[in-house]
């Protein structure tokens, strides 16, 4: 269809295009026939009154009678004119305005006011109206051939004007043979553009014909009269103190001139029809043309039709019968091959298209997408085969570096144990300690992100609130993080590790984006679905755009292209994997607070009840006195106090053998090797200290004002008291700079999570 309608429309604008050059030529020809002939009678009719009424002015004798009877020839001219010319486009219309103004004209000639050159002036502006009026209508024909023709008819009609130029100005010079400076200049001019007419733009372009007429034209008495005279006036003329005396030659100007001008008028007339009929018979070719190009594109479309129909049939089958292969390698067999290598599967290589070695175009074509096809299995393969390989390789790095990092918490809790008594020392390895397992969560980061599974020492079920304090105690700033657990249920075994990392990378997440002495709350109840896990932080504003692009990222497991181009946003990667292994679901939203809500909702094939207890009350945070801070000390508390006596049922809180509390059950470093926890010790149950193990000192008491200067212990005189900041300049500082810290920290993650 596509060569059928491109020759189809190719004809048609051809046609077409002939057909309305024909038109344009036939309707020149027709404007040409009917103005032609009026146009140039007034041009001659101008130029005649023009000659005779400079004659009158000069007191040339029997110049009123004459100038009368030419009076009414161009009157005649001029109506036929107006008559034919009626509607006519805008050149037309400049020679009506001119003729407008011919009456004026002829009183202020009678009046002999304004000057002779004024008056001839108007003459030769109308006479150029007319010229112009040929320039534009009949000289740009659309054809070369007729262009060609029609090239000498306007510089002729200009020469025949500049030689009628030189009748009236002569005719001017009266009986005197007299002429001012300005129409002796004039005779000059009009001269020397005659004859470059003549010589350049009309005898190279006339035809042989028109050339012998032209010829015998210019060896006639009257020419080489006319051409004498112009000599005499150039070379024998005086000046005197008005102007220029012509010489007496210029008598013989008049019947001369009487002569020529009717056999350069009849070469004018000759020309211009010769042009007409040229155009009439090239309009009458370019329809023969049209007739021949529809009559034989017509027969040589059937003839296309009729080839291409008998020689693509066996082709389009083929090309069928590929396309449908085609389609289903592209959108069936490649895609299962792909995944089967990235779930690490082996591949039958009969599955793929196979080279056939045929040797037309369609068979060419149906190889090299078979050679495509298999380039791009081998690419998969080797790159299923790097991935895995890199993953396994990860994975042993993780391993032996999570055993270390084990080693390092077992000998950071040994430390403990052993200095407790130092509250200043118990401070630092706390804080030691919350780092290393910020360094392990890390570790399971990668190894969950390289494909690995981190073993899970559980083998019964964790109640809900124990599982709150589990993934809290691996947040470094875990005494922000208030815990609310409003049902009482239990967790499957297997399942414990995974849910508390989880929720640890979105604990650590909400502590670093919001202001240091914020809360951030984690409250968890059965809902329809399963377990609800809400996360609430006072973090900073995140536009929707932004919780639109995190969320995709929580629900679809994303490929290790794009987690490299994120690096830095590995805590959102590590959820949305696990949320993955668990088919669980994490929403972020913004929360009432102005800050941000992390919602986990766990499927209920991953809950068990809870046997052998009473539903519990949601859990509060436990008040923690603060330990008197060192010199040059971290400002965060020692150790967490044990539990005031409450009147709901404590929840169990393990501590180590020195009374301090622990961050629930420890996992053991992702190896094959695991750590053992240590044996926890009994929580007293409401001592306000811990017992010491046996064989250790027991923690050092305050006793209120034991250190206190002897001058404050008298008593004071009562004075308005002013509430003061309870906090210590340390505090206030570490907290300032805490808060400028975790400002900073937002303002890069948002800054690299700009496109």
């Avoid at 005197?176 to 200049?185: H, M």
């Avoid at 393969?381 to 999570?402: D, M």
Wanted: glycine share 6%.
């Amino acid at each position: 269809m596509i060569p059928i309608v491109a020759m189809g429309t190719q004809v048609t604008v051809t046609a077409q295009r002939l057909l309305e050059q024909s038109e344009r030529l036939r309707a020149d020809v027709a404007a040409a026939e009917r103005l032609g002939a009026p146009l140039y009678t007034l041009m001659v009719d101008l130029q005649a009154e023009r000659t005779v009424t400079a004659s009158r002015w000069a007191g040339t004798a029997g110049a009123e009678e004459e100038l009368r009877d030419r009076r009414l020839a161009t009157d005649r001219a001029a109506a036929e004119f107006r008559r034919l010319a009626a509607g006519s486009t805008a050149p037309f219309r400049e020679v009506n305005q001119q003729l407008d103004g011919l009456p004026l004209q002829r009183q202020r000639a009678d009046a002999r006011s304004g000057g002779a050159d004024a008056t001839l002036a108007y003459y030769t502006g109308a006479v150029g109206a007319v010229i112009q009026v040929y320039q534009q209508e009949f000289s740009h024909a659309q054809d070369p051939d007729v262009a060609r023709e029609s090239r000498p008819v306007v510089p002729m009609l200009a020469a025949t004007e500049m030689v009628a130029r030189e009748d009236s100005i002569l005719a001017l010079a009266g009986p005197s043979r007299e002429l001012d400076s300005a129409a002796f200049d004039e005779f000059i001019s009009a001269m020397g553009a005659q004859r470059y007419l003549y010589e350049a733009w009309i005898a190279p372009y006339l035809s042989e014909r028109d050339r012998r007429f032209y010829e015998r034209i210019l060896s006639s008495s009257d020419w080489k009269t006319k051409t004498r005279i112009e000599n005499a006036v150039v070379s024998d003329h005086k000046d005197i103190e008005s102007g220029v005396k012509l010489p007496a030659e210029i008598g013989g100007w008049r019947s001369a001139h009487e002569n020529f001008s009717v056999q350069m008028a009849s070469l004018n007339v000759d020309r211009a029809r010769q042009v007409l009929t040229r155009g009439e018979a090239k309009a009458a070719e370019l329809q023969t043309e049209v007739a021949w190009l529809i009559g034989g594109s017509g027969g040589g479309l059937l003839l296309v039709v009729g080839v291409i129909v008998f020689t693509t049939r066996s082709v389009l089958r083929r090309l069928n019968v590929l396309h449908e292969r085609t389609v289903t390698v592209a959108e069936e067999t490649l895609p299962g091959i792909v995944a089967r290598l990235q779930r690490g599967q082996t591949v039958d290589d009969a599955a793929l298209p196979a080279v056939r070695g045929d040797r037309d175009e369609v068979g060419r074509v149906s190889d090299a997408f078979a050679r495509a096809v298999a380039v791009s299995v081998d690419g998969h393969r080797r790159l299923a085969a790097e991935r895995h390989g890199f993953g396994l390789f990860a994975a042993g790095i993780a391993s032996r570096t999570g055993n270390l990092v084990s080693r390092q918490l077992s000998l950071t809790e040994e430390l403990q144990d052993t200095f407790g008594h130092d509250e200043a020392l118990l401070a630092q390895l706390m804080r030691a300690d919350q780092l290393t397992v910020g360094m392990r969560r890390q570790i399971e980061n990668l190894l969950i992100l390289a494909g690995g599974e981190v073993p899970d020492p559980h083998t019964e079920p964790m109640r809900v609130a124990d599982l709150l304090r589990e993934a809290a105690a691996e947040v470094e700033d875990f005494r922000r993080i208030e815990r609310q657990a409003l049902d009482e249920t239990s967790v499957e075994p297997h399942a414990i590790s995974q849910i508390s990392h989880l929720l640890a990378e979105l604990l650590d997440n909400a502590t670093r984006f919001s202001p240091p002495r914020s809360k951030v709350v984690i409250r968890a109840e059965l809902v329809a679905d399963g377990l609800s896990v809400e996360i609430e932080d006072r973090g900073p504003r995140v536009t929707p755009e932004r919780y639109e692009e995190m969320n995709r990222r929580l629900h679809e497991a994303p490929p290790y292209s794009v987690l490299a181009q994120n690096a830095h946003r590995l805590g959102l990667f590590v959820v949305g994997h696990l949320a993955d292994r668990l088919e669980a679901t994490v929403t972020l939203r913004r929360s009432v607070y102005g800050g941000t809500s992390a919602v986990v909702i766990l499927p209920g094939e991953l809950l068990v009840a809870t046997e052998g207890e009473a539903p519990r009350e949601p859990a509060r945070p436990s008040p923690v006195p603060a330990a008197p801070p060192a010199p040059a000390q971290d400002p965060a508390p020692a150790a967490s106090a044990p539990r005031l006596a409450e009147e709901r049922k404590p929840e169990l809180v393990l501590h180590t053998a020195a009374g301090l509390p622990t961050r629930g059950t420890k996992r053991p470093a992702p190896a094959a090797v695991p750590v053992p926890s240590r044996p926890p010790a009994p929580a007293p149950a409401a001592a306000p200290a811990p017992t010491p193990g046996p064989g250790r000192p027991a923690l050092p008491e305050r006793v209120p004002q034991t250190h206190i200067a002897e001058q404050l212990r008298a008593p004071r005189a009562p004075e308005t008291v002013v509430p003061q900041d309870t906090a210590t300049p340390e505090e206030v500082a570490d907290a300032w700079a805490d808060y400028e810290q975790g400002t900073q920290t937002v303002e890069e993650e948002l800054r690299r999570d700009q496109p």
